[in-house]
């Protein structure tokens, strides 16, 4: 089977559960995203119901064309919706995907929800779908999300300078960082290191 058959499962650890998303899914999802302070760095605003019909609409379209694998994020304690993650830029026979697209809920960041899902994207992508590389990127000035990559043991790359248009008219940095196969085990003991300590 395909990347694309084989990436849209169901990932649980007890602590999340990531599940391909639904249009049912447009309420949770909205119930979280209307947080100004998610979409700083984003691409996207999300700032009124206009803006997240729209958000939301394309991450389903995006979905069901498959140019994107677009994750619903449960918090398994509270049982709430606490945010979204993708893999997306698949490139199989390079071997190659990048996670990103993700953002969580207010009560959610700082929580270890974001390591606990990345754990998770990282070891279906390396473990069943044969993955070499993962990539991420974030905006250059947001170093929470920086930090975040760091601190899973992903390696960053360098910068693309004015990579791509942001809703307020300027320019965005993308900063890249990657996982490689060889590099995996290692990163999947720090990360599950860390969440045992939790």
Known sequence: MSWS?????????????????????????RSVAMDPAIWRYFVALV??????????DTMIADHEAGRRVVFHITDLATGRTAGSMSYGNLSEPDGRLEIGWSWLGRDFRGAGVNRHAKLLLLRHAFEQLG??????????RNEQARRALRNIGATEEGILRSFNPMPDGTRRDAVYYSVLRAEWPSVRDRLTAKADAE
């Open 131 to 140: 993955a070499e590389r993962v990539e991420f990127k974030t905006d250059r």
């Open 47 to 56: 700032s009124d119901e206009a803006s997240f019909k729209t958000f939301f």
């Open 5 to 29: 058959e084989r990436a849209p499962a169901v990932l649980d650890n007890g602590v999340v559960r990531l599940r391909p998303i639904t249009a049912a899914d447009r309420e949770p999802i």
